[in-house]
């Protein structure tokens, strides 16, 4: 953010501005405020709808341009709150439609580049120095916007040029807009309407203008005059060695350099291996954020007095709450999950300091976070534990097509916002974190965790006992391979020992010769198959469970566990009964007495 181009500007000169100097900027200044209120209050100009991408398929106009313009490390501290402002700014602008004959006001549309709204100390250029200053470098914004205006050829409103910038800052002429609350603003009107797209990447900015036509070639009109460039000048308080100048601020304290190139964490529920993962990477000043409770004794390997903690213990009751509350009302757990996510990635994004540049986020929260902009301007890496939503979602429908008596296949699909948004945040992320195998095979860019699987001494259980027991883990869903495992029961008739609630309807085991079981009694050292073939499973606990236990597992290959018949791990094909009965047969066969390797 700038003033230099304002009409109350000086030229830069080599006299370093006093007191005297600083008071008249401020008066003046404020005048021309208060000046802009009132004619803003006599001719309101309304805030832009929101649209979608949908409605406005062509891209119309283009520019992107670097993030990192910063060559001195004393300036990072500003680089790190340019980028903060403009993910702020990026987020109010991005999928705003301008009507033919609306105004574009940049301030409008953005607001008030205050600390109570989140904007950070960047780099202002203010007669003829660089200064730390609330909501510095939004300018960057302001000229991608002039650009993209400039190439749709539309018609400039308001537009101040800088008579100054900093040395490390490329000039281009059509991306010369200036701006400083609330005088200084950049204003524009289109002849089309017009969809914006404001994101940033890891390292750029990117700003589009999308219409509902393809655009017609236009001949571009060259400007006759012949206008010089803006000054030249030096780094900021940061680096300038002008000490005496009234407006000089020094270098960042310690306590706020220590803080740059820090790591905040994003945990949803505790799992052992991102846990793992999470205390192989923490850092001194790193910053945790996680539901359940610092003291958690399932949570303890994460914990570092070096490291800054937040909890979210009294979000941990609400959720609990509410997926009881759905399962006891008959709503699908899915739906009460999605809004969960939600309200947590809220309250996470409130608490993400500005200058935090990387993130290793829960996979349940990237959409929503990436969506509101938090994600720009950083590496992230995804703690995923789940198929992407449009993976899931298509062989969700291939199910529901193979058994369309059950409801439970398509009881819930996501917007289609959310699966827009974690698709490009998959393609943006750093790296996948995951320990399922066919997840990672999604993904080039991936870290393969192994599953922490349980011993069995720390079960407690003799393998060597004899096993005659066939287990359907569960619960009784259609997602789960009970549909499959039914079937199989009927063409062979063996005995089935179900475990877990029944979601297809109380008769649909019915005539079959069933045994149902709670989970707490079940004899893990009776097991010796498990018949599984589920159409995906994220946390196969139960499963490694019970082949550390001893037991053979028919699974399908979405169940995380890779196919070794030497060690009794069998893969069929979700929905194939007659790959399943095969395999049975052969374990069926080995079943009476048979000790399980």
Not at 64 to 87: A, F, M, V, W, Y
Not at 514 to 525: D, V
Request: glycine fraction near 6%; charge should be positive.
């Amino acid at each position: 953010m700038s003033v230099t181009g304002s009409k109350m500007e000086t030229a830069p000169s080599a006299a370093y501005p006093g007191l005297l100097a600083m008071a008249s900027f401020f008066a003046r200044s404020k005048a021309l405020q208060a000046k802009r209120v009132v004619k803003d209050a006599f001719v309101p100009l309304p805030r832009l709808r929101e649209g979608t991408p949908a409605e406005f398929p062509f891209v119309l106009a283009e520019s992107t341009s670097t993030l990192n313009t910063c060559t001195d490390p004393r300036e990072h501290p500003l680089l790190l709150g340019k980028i903060q402002n403009l993910r702020l700014a990026c987020r109010r602008i991005h999928h705003r439609v301008l009507l033919p004959g609306e105004v574009f006001s940049f301030w409008r549309q953005v607001g008030a580049p205050w600390g109570l709204r989140g904007f950070a100390i960047g780099r202002e250029v203010r007669e003829g120095c660089v200064i730390p200053t609330r909501g510095g470098g939004l300018c960057q914004l302001s000229g991608s916007l002039l650009d993209v205006a400039t190439a749709l050829d539309c018609e400039l409103v308001e537009r101040h040029r800088h008579t100054a910038l900093p040395a490390d800052i490329p000039y281009h002429a059509r991306r010369d807009a200036t701006l400083f609350w609330n005088y200084v603003d950049l204003r524009f009107r289109t002849s089309v309407p017009i969809l914006f797209e404001a994101c940033l990447t890891r390292e750029s900015l990117t700003v589009k203008l999308r219409g509902k036509a393809p655009r017609i070639p236009m001949v571009p009109i060259e400007d006759a005059r012949v206008l010089s460039p803006p000054l030249q000048i030096g780094g900021s308080c940061y680096s300038c060695l002008q000490t005496d100048c009234a407006r000089h601020v020094g270098e960042p304290g310690k306590a706020a350099q220590n803080r740059l190139g820090k790591t905040a964490f994003l945990l949803d529920e505790f799992q052992p291996e991102f846990d793992g993962y999470v205390h192989a990477h923490l850092g001194p000043g790193d910053h945790l954020l996680m539901p359940y409770p610092a003291g958690d004794e399932r949570h303890v390997r994460s914990a570092n007095p070096q490291v800054r903690t937040q909890t979210f213990p009294s979000f941990r009751i609400r959720r609990s709450w509410k997926l009881r509350s759905a399962v006891s009302q008959g709503i699908t757990v899915a739906k009460a999950h999605f809004e969960l996510a939600e309200a947590a990635a809220r309250i996470y994004s409130r608490r993400i300091r500005y200058d935090v540049e990387h993130l290793a986020v829960a996979q349940t929260f990237l959409p929503h976070l990436w969506r509101v902009g938090l994600l720009g301007g950083r590496a992230f890496d995804v703690l995923m534990y789940r198929l992407p939503v449009r993976v899931l979602e298509r062989e969700l429908d291939k199910a529901a097509h193979l058994y369309p008596q059950s409801r439970t296949l398509a009881e819930f699909r996501a917007p289609s916002w959310f699966a827009e948004a974690e698709e490009e945040a998959l393609a943006a992320a750093r790296t996948i974190v995951t320990p399922h195998p066919q997840i990672a095979a999604l993904f080039t860019n991936v870290t393969r965790l192994a599953w922490e699987r349980p011993t069995q001494e720390a079960m407690g259980v003799d393998i060597k006992k004899q096993k005659d027991m066939i287990v359907f883990l569960g619960p009784t869903l259609a997602r789960k391979g009970a549909y499959a495992v039914r079937e199989i029961v009927k063409q062979m008739g063996f005995e089935l020992t179900v475990v877990g609630a029944e979601f297809e309807g109380e008769d649909f085991w019915r005539g079959l010769p069933i045994t149902h079981i709670p989970f707490r009694q079940l004899p893990w050292h009776r097991i010796h198959t498990v018949l599984q073939p589920a159409l995906f499973e994220y946390w196969p606990r139960q499963l490694l469970r019970a082949h550390a236990a001893g037991s053979r597992l028919v699974i399908s290959p979405f169940c995380g566990i890779e196919e070794d018949r030497t060690r009794g791990i069998y893969q069929v094909p979700f929905g194939d009964t007659s790959s399943a009965v095969a395999v049975m047969e052969t374990l069926m066969a080995s079943r009476g007495g048979l000790q399980c390797a």
